[in-house]
């Protein structure tokens, strides 16, 4: 079963501990780009979510990889040999959710820190889950583009004509 890390925007509040954790564990700096998750800003500074790597069923960035520095194991986990890479960034060019930093010219990426997310763990707010990808679907993206939806109409008082 694929894992990967989500965020729900209703309990983010965008304090990037996230960050620090993921880069502390890649790089053993505290450099929040260095991350292999990002804050995003919603609409408007309405809100925040996080963003990492989805683990694709049929990852672009592996096949697109020309020296083969980018695997997958047995349980889904799609991860860069930063040794064997070569800088070409083509992995960050094809990623479909823009989930590969470029740092020091090589890419970093969520590698789910062996199995148990640091991001995850250290989440002051509890925002942060790691689930079966199975589980992300569209009930799960409904809830969240209502979300948006519902900041935006708050922040506007009403007069945001996205939705009811």
Known sequence: ?????VADPELCYGCRTCEMVCSLHLTGAFRPGASGIHRHTLVDDLGFTAV?????????CL??????????DDKGTVTIDRSACVGCLTCALVCPVGAVSVVDGRPVKCDLCGG???????CPHEALSVVDAAEVGLERRRSFAEHVSRSARQATGGRYPGGA
């Open 116 to 122: 148990e997310p640091l991001c995850a763990k250290w």
């Open 1 to 5: 079963m694929r894992k990967l890390v």
């Open 52 to 60: 990492s790597c989805l683990h694709c069923a049929d990852p672009l």
């Open 63 to 72: 096949r697109a990889c020309p020296v083969g520095a980018i695997t997958r």
